[in-house]
């Protein structure tokens, strides 16, 4: 079974829970007076789920055909290298690193570590260029973000802040 | 109509609001020159920057400013190293690159300068003709034949996904229209579908999905696949010279760049079409209508064909704006998220945008003119250096873009659980490019789902029950088009298909 397929029964999957919340447990908190409306928060979920597993089965059983012609995808699975894809998960944990990283770290830290881990992982080695680069970049998109636009970034380390 | 020129005139013509065309054209054009970085994805990254600008026409302006200058980038990346930013512009390179080949990369450049405006100004004009015209007839729509055309407009964009796409393009707006159920809606103060997340109380962020299904997934495909950011010859790409075109071949292409606009503004209109498909068709057509000689210099280096795709594809993003602003419909990924960051906005798109907030219609109009002319007289003397940003190397350009979409989705809800859904959907969204399932479906029935469920339930309401399907004639006749739209495309392929094969029973 081809990639899209596989995808398409997950699809499924996701919408026969969805459906089995909108169907079986969202009516259950329903207040009575809400009861007698001809739209209930479930209805237009139930229509959308009946859609869905319809529509993704009609994919999973293979109903629909590509054409027969030479598709021209936009990525090549097989021309993928081993080293873009470690490349890519290593990029993909840092931004969840970022994620975690943030709050305690603050701001300029973990931009900081983020710019210059990243551009690591993507094989750069100047050190000195890097660090600059990444520092620079910090410093003036929090000026930027805190400063101009007026929306706060916490920039030190929480423990810096004095409270 | 004068007097909307007038509204539309004094709010474009302040000095915030040029300096923020300006700089949004100049930043669109910069990105939207970085092969792989499309106007979605820049407009996805500048939508908490105009947010946070708070005046609807101010932000309107920002990133209709940012949409025309990726177009225009996007076309300078095709013709200078044949690395088309977007596809709408991967026409464009048919015929651009094998100039910039011969050594005429600066004719390229202004051929393509002069169709976009003159594509973007045309397309401008047929706008101001036609919205309020059409918003006026939508002003006569109820509920139920809003949340029909609702569905005819996500149907079309289904339908235009292509041959063997359309069931995937449907299944993809079903599960954009289910992320928007998640969280408290505006008719239910119930959380619904949350799984008793706290975070998921008010639904996942719109730009936080925007970010997901485009910039991630854009920037991830640099990573896989180093061939895609390659620059070769972009060193070439700083000395451009011969900006000049001659008289001959400026009264060649004026018609071509009137038959574009005129008729990629209308392949523009219509939903789900837009900016690519006019250009491809704008190409073709005119290779057809071409004389035999002039035929053969097509995909050699003919100015026609640098002419055709970017007035066409130019004058499409204008049309596009047609039902955003008078239905509140968005045809296409980039108008779903301009739709987004205007309700973000405290603006509700549709018929009444003209009645209720002209200044926000007109302002938007006339910075379309002052887009375009920017730039034409900023861009075209300022290329040869804007092109170096091309030599930007890849490892310091990809983790800046992966920051930027952080950074988006982080000031928009200053929630860290926020950073970890964009990657969650990214990783997802990388996958299902990589099986060929369309992503902008999925982002248009988002932003969509919230309004298409207001209007159902309305209907619902009002007619006690389902109703309203049969018992308003227009309702029925949309709906009855939009089932069309969905089955009559897999219904022909099927049929060619079996007629190529020989063979009369189904499979």
Known sequence: MALDRWIAFC??????????????????????????????????????????????????????KAPETEKVTETNLSRLSRHGVGQAVALL???????????????????????????????????????VVAAVAAGVVWYLVDQVLGVFLLPLPFFMMGG | MLEGLLTGLSTAFTLTNITVVIAGCIIGTLIGMLPGLGPMSIIAIMIPIAI????PSTALILLAGVYYGAVFGGSTSSILINA????????????????????????????AAI????????????????????????????????FALMVVGLSAIAAFAGTGQIGKAVLMTLLGLILATVGEGVLFNAPRFTMGVMDLQSGFGFITIAMAMFALPEAIHLVLDPARSKTEGGEDSSKITGLRLTRNEATSIAPVVGRQSIQGFFIGVLPGAGATIASFLGYAVERNIASPEEREKFGKGSVKGVAAPESANNAAATGSFVPLLTLGIPGSGTTAILLGALIALNVSPGPRLIVDEPQVFWAVI????????????????????IARILAVPRNYLIPFILFFTLMGAYIGQNNATELLILVGFGICATILRFA????????????????????????????????????????????????????????RARRARNRAEGVADGD
């Open chain 2, 84 to 111: 088309p930013g977007v596809a709408s512009t991967v026409a464009t390179s048919f015929d651009g690159y094998p100039l910039t080949r011969q050594g005429k990369a600066g004719k390229a450049l202004t051929v």
């Open chain 2, 366 to 385: 006339i910075s379309m003119y002052l887009g375009n002319l920017v730039l034409l007289v900023l861009n075209l003397p300022l290329i040869p250096y």
């Open chain 1, 11 to 64: 699809v499924l999957l996701l919408f026969v829970a969805y459906g089995y919340g909108a169907f079986f447990t969202m009516d259950g908190q329903l207040p009575p007076i809400m009861r007698r409306s001809p739209i209930w928060p479930s209805t237009f979920p139930k229509v959308l789920a009946i859609g869905g597993i319809l529509v993704s089965l009609w994919i999973v059983l293979g109903f629909e």
């Open chain 2, 436 to 491: 060929d399932y369309p992503l902008a479906p999925l982002l248009i029935g988002f932003i969509l789902g919230p309004m298409l469920e207001n209007n159902f339930a309305r209907a619902m309401q009002l007619y006690d029950g389902f109703g309203f399907i049969w018992e308003r004639p227009m309702t029925l006749a949309l709906l009855c088009v939009a089932v069309l739209l969905i089955v009559l495309p897999s219904y």
């Open chain 2, 115 to 146: 169709s976009s405006f003159a594509g973007g100004t045309i397309g401008a004009v047929l706008l101001m003709v036609f919205a309020p015209a059409l918003a006026s007839v939508a002003l006569l729509f109820h509920s139920s034949e809003y």
């Open chain 1, 93 to 131: 944990v840092l931004m969840v690193a970022y994620a975690f990283l943030l709050r305690p770290l603050g701001f300029l830290g973990s931009t900081f570590l983020f710019l210059t881990v990243g551009s690591y992982i993507l094989g750069e080695r100047r050190y000195v260029m890097m660090t």
């Open chain 2, 52 to 55: 946070t600008m708070g005046d």
